[in-house]
């Protein structure tokens, strides 16, 4: 099925508006995660899989007063804790609150983070009866280390990919592509942080998916490339490059579409336990999306005009011919 038919829009011209496109929301994102750092030791809010602590998901039969609730944990001793409403799509009057304690040093202390909250809104907030429906407990040293290879798994990711696209096409290639991705985290990341949301395990694993959906994005694009680069060698690479961005524009349309109004399915109606993980995915596939385009593609022309400004003409390699 093919959407567009003799598109011929000229990408490159658009470069610096894509550029500064991408400018606006890294600076963005790297100022508000400063913010954070500066503010809260962490470059992004982190749930309770990284920091550690106690989250307990409260559900009350009548609207909560989020301020009475703060002073029923004040007052009962617990010290920091972070209350927050909850609107889930299946509670439409908006029941549910979060309460979280903070990272504690003495991981034995932690199992009692539960029956504090239990007794402090038993004490001094009874007149709205309440049921536990979640419990999360996550000691500081296991937050650190699911931290840790959190990081080293994303790095990994793209390294891996880095070398893969080296033995495929060329070094450059691979360059561009992981400079694309490293781009989509960047903002994907900084939208998190632009809108105080909190980073959990489900949010890297969307964040690795969008690594991997960015990646087949542009490889697509790059083959579509060669393949052109081979069949046009008297061409200029820039011509190249757009006529396969346009060639492959209804794939990239009506992958990424179908695949986004999924997500936006799953934010939409997901509930609060899907929120991160849907919300980290409708911002990458969007920016992905973007990049295989604007950031990805542009960088090989880039590279091929510094190379001639030096002296130096680079043939990018084009495709094989099949054989038979």
């Given at each position: 099925?093919?959407?567009?038919?003799?598109?011929?829009?000229?990408?490159?011209?658009?470069?610096?508006?894509?550029?500064?496109?991408?400018?606006?929301?890294?600076?963005?994102?790297?100022?508000?995660?400063?913010?954070?750092?500066?503010?809260?030791?962490?470059?992004?809010?982190?749930?309770?899989?990284?920091?550690?602590?106690?989250?307990?998901?409260?559900?009350?039969?009548?609207?909560?007063?989020?301020?009475?609730?703060?002073?029923?944990?004040?007052?009962?001793?617990?010290?920091?804790?972070?209350?927050?409403?909850?609107?889930?799509?299946?509670?439409?009057?908006?029941?549910?609150?979060?309460?979280?304690?903070?990272?504690?040093?003495?991981?034995?202390?932690?199992?009692?983070?539960?029956?504090?909250?239990?007794?402090?809104?038993?004490?001094?907030?009874?007149?709205?009866?309440?049921?536990?429906?979640?419990?999360?407990?996550?000691?500081?040293?296991?937050?650190?280390?699911?931290?840790?290879?959190?990081?080293?798994?994303?790095?990994?990711s793209l390294l891996g990919m880095l070398i893969y696209l080296w033995f495929r096409?060329?070094?450059?290639?691979?360059?561009?592509?992981?400079?694309?991705?490293?781009?989509?985290?960047?903002?994907?990341?900084?939208?998190?942080?632009?809108?105080?949301?909190?980073?959990?395990?489900?949010?890297?694993?969307?964040?690795?998916?969008?690594?991997?959906?960015?990646?087949?994005?542009?490889?697509?694009?790059?083959?579509?490339?060669?393949?052109?680069?081979?069949?046009?060698?008297?061409?200029?690479?820039?011509?190249?490059?757009?006529?396969?961005?346009?060639?492959?524009?209804?794939?990239?349309?009506?992958?990424?579409?179908?695949?986004?109004?999924?997500?936006?399915?799953?934010?939409?109606?997901?509930?609060?336990?899907?929120?991160?993980?849907?919300?980290?995915?409708?911002?990458?596939?969007?920016?992905?999306?973007?990049?295989?385009?604007?950031?990805?593609?542009?960088?090989?022309?880039?590279?091929?005009?510094?190379?001639?400004?030096k002296g130096k003409t680079i043939v990018l390699p084009a495709a094989k011919r099949s054989k038979g």
């Open positions: 099925m093919e959407l567009f038919r003799g598109v011929n829009v000229d990408w490159l011209r658009l470069k610096w508006y894509f550029l500064g496109f991408s400018l606006i929301f890294s600076i963005s994102g790297v100022a508000s995660m400063a913010w954070h750092m500066h503010t809260i030791g962490s470059p992004v809010p982190l749930g309770v899989d990284f920091q550690g602590g106690t989250q307990v998901q409260v559900r009350f039969s009548q609207a909560p007063d989020i301020n009475r609730i703060r002073q029923a944990t004040a007052v009962a001793g617990i010290k920091d804790a972070n209350v927050q409403a909850i609107h889930d799509v299946d509670q439409a009057s908006g029941n549910d609150v979060l309460i979280a304690l903070p990272e504690q040093q003495d991981e034995s202390a932690l199992d009692t983070g539960r029956q504090q909250i239990v007794s402090a809104l038993n004490a001094n907030y009874s007149d709205n009866p309440f049921a536990v429906r979640n419990v999360q407990v996550v000691g500081p040293t296991v937050g650190h280390q699911l931290e840790k290879q959190a990081l080293l798994a994303t790095l990994y096409f060329q070094l450059i290639y691979g360059v561009a592509a992981v400079v694309a991705c490293f781009h989509d985290t960047l903002i994907t990341v900084g939208a998190f942080a632009l809108l105080n949301k909190e980073i959990s395990l489900t949010v890297i694993a969307a964040i690795l998916t969008l690594v991997g959906y960015s990646m087949n994005d542009t490889i697509v694009v790059f083959d579509r490339i060669r393949e052109n680069l081979r069949l046009s060698r008297r061409e200029s690479l820039p011509d190249v490059v757009n006529r396969s961005i346009n060639q492959t524009l209804s794939r990239t349309v009506l992958t990424s579409g179908l695949t986004f109004l999924t997500v936006l399915s799953l934010y939409i109606f997901g509930g609060a336990v899907l929120n991160g993980f849907s919300f980290a995915l409708v911002v990458g596939i969007l920016i992905g999306t973007y990049s295989s385009i604007a950031v990805a593609a542009p960088m090989l022309v880039a590279w091929q005009q510094w190379r001639a400004s």
